[in-house]
């Protein structure tokens, strides 16, 4: 179980920068041009003054692009984060660290894993996350980045033992249909998306998406997997065309019997049945037989 995150992001107290430049620059500049005008005892105190207010309004400035954050700590302790872009000014003393708070894209490589049958399949995964907590992404985990890859990977392969990557028994009547890695696309991803999201709120890192990339069984499993999905569609197909030739058959029996066209006993109608079964299953064109004779002769 993941342990109770210990930090939490909140707002740092930032100036507009452009404010501090220009009083920066001015200080700096008054002072030098009156030392300049009138050298003296005193007005050098007071062009090192300007030169020190000057010194900390240049000092305290950092720029932050939109998306992007500031961690601001002051001799190992945590004082806010700021997410004002533009050009900021906080205490000089502070550190500032830029944290990128954007939507970042991971791909995970193949990864050959058991599904909930025990089956070798191959599987991955495309994931789409970013930062909304700063102080719980820097400080409750060494590596934000290495940890979303090492719980992605470990998601994915607990998603795979959760369902099989496809239904081998047909679902009987009334039965639920079984949600499987093949035919349950979106509740997979729903499934993948929560398990992502409980691991990564350790790191305080939010999941915008995530979805199944491959999928597909192991290669050593792969060609018998393949001769049982054609045995299914030829047994499809068959009682496909078993289940319209019994109507075609049944339409011209009934046919015959109401234009009174033949009268046929239950052996002749037993042979007519076969012979149209035999040309309307049959995968070759039917060849036709004369009889000169009768049925019972």
Request: hydrophobic share 45%.
């Given at each position: 179980m993941?342990?109770?995150?210990?930090?939490?992001?909140?707002?740092?107290?930032?100036?507009?920068?452009?404010?501090?430049?220009?009083?920066?620059?001015?200080?700096?500049?008054v002072s030098a041009a009156?030392?300049?005008?009138?050298?003296?005892?005193?007005?050098?105190?007071?062009f090192g003054l300007g030169m020190l207010i000057g010194a900390w309004c240049l000092a305290?400035?950092?720029?932050?692009?939109?998306?992007?954050?500031?961690?601001?700590?002051?001799?190992?302790?945590?004082?806010?984060?700021?997410r004002s872009d533009g050009l900021r000014w906080a205490n000089p003393f502070y550190v500032k660290k830029k944290i990128s708070v954007r939507a970042r894209n991971f791909n995970s490589e193949k990864l050959k894993v058991n599904d909930l049958r025990g089956n070798p399949i191959e599987i991955a995964s495309a994931i789409v996350w970013k930062i909304e907590d700063t102080a719980q992404a820097t400080f409750d985990v060494?590596?934000?980045?290495?940890?979303?890859?090492t719980q992605a990977e470990s998601a994915v392969r607990h998603l795979a033992?959760?369902?099989?990557?496809?239904?081998l028994d047909e679902p009987g009547a009334g039965n639920q249909r079984e949600?499987?890695?093949?035919?349950?696309?979106?509740?997979?991803?729903?499934?993948?998306?929560?398990?992502?999201?409980a691991r990564f709120a350790q790191a305080g890192i939010v999941v915008v998406d995530a979805k199944l990339t491959h999928l597909?069984?192991?290669?050593?499993?792969?060609?018998?997997?393949?001769?049982?999905?054609?045995?299914?569609?030829?047994?499809?197909?068959?009682?496909?065309?078993?289940?319209?030739?019994?109507?075609?058959?049944e339409l011209a029996l009934n046919g015959l019997a109401e234009r009174g066209l033949l009268e046929l006993?239950?052996?002749?109608?037993?042979?007519?049945?076969?012979?149209?079964?035999?040309?309307?299953?049959?995968d070759h064109d039917a060849t036709p037989v004369v009889n000169t004779g009768t049925l019972y002769n």
């Open positions: 993941l342990d109770k995150p210990t930090s939490q992001e909140r707002v740092a107290t930032s100036a507009n920068g452009f404010v501090y430049v220009i009083v920066g620059v001015l200080a700096m500049g009156l030392l300049l005008s009138r050298p003296s005892p005193g007005l050098a105190g007071i305290g400035l950092y720029m932050l692009q939109p998306n992007q954050a500031a961690l601001l700590m002051l001799f190992g302790s945590y004082r806010g984060t700021d060494d590596n934000y980045e290495a940890y979303v890859l033992l959760s369902y099989a990557y496809d239904n949600i499987t890695l093949r035919s349950g696309t979106d509740e997979v991803a729903l499934a993948l998306r929560a398990e992502l999201q597909a069984y192991a290669p050593e499993i792969a060609g018998t997997m393949l001769r049982r999905q054609q045995a299914e569609a030829i047994i499809a197909a068959r009682t496909k065309i078993v289940q319209g030739a019994v109507g075609m058959v006993d239950d052996e002749r109608k037993a042979a007519m049945v076969s012979n149209l079964l035999v040309v309307l299953c049959s």
